[in-house]
Nanobody, 122 residues
Framework: QVQLVESGGGLVQPGGSLRLSCAAS????????MGWYRQAPGKQRELVAA???????YYADSVKGRFTISRDNAKSTAYLQMNSLKPEDTAVYYC????????????????WGQGTQVTVSS
């Protein structure tokens, strides 16, 4: 059974930074693309960043230039560095995996974890 555990969320002022972590267990981490999603109150969950098994990345237009996704296969962990945070970035952030970025964009995902709350407010 694959487990994905997100951490690193919190309360930050506009313009601040946070680094989220996604620790995976129960499967071979390196063979999957990893993605970060977010869901704000009253809105659908959206994919904001993804990284392939290699170095290919995808970013939603709303976070491009501010967020950076990375992965450490040795630690079975994916990261999301979030800079220049805005109030509209407030959401619960989740990670998930898929065979590729394309399948992830097509809606493929596994079970969701608990997520980590990010609140951007002064």
């Amino acid at each position: 059974q694959v487990q994905l555990v997100e951490s690193g969320g919190g309360l930050v002022q506009p313009g601040g930074s946070l680094r989220l972590s996604c620790a995976a267990s129960g499967d071979i981490f390196s063979i999957y693309a990893m993605g970060w999603y977010r869901q704000a109150p009253g809105k659908q969950r959206e994919l904001v960043a993804a990284i392939s098994r290699g170095v290919l990345t995808y970013y939603a237009d709303s976070v491009k230039g501010r967020f950076t996704i990375s992965r450490d296969n040795a630690k079975s962990t994916a990261y999301l560095q979030m800079n220049s945070l805005k109030p509209e970035d407030t959401a619960v952030y989740y990670c998930n995996r898929a065979p590729s970025i394309a399948t992830m964009q097509g809606g493929h995902h596994h079970s969701w974890g608990q997520g980590t709350q990010v609140t951007v407010s002064s």
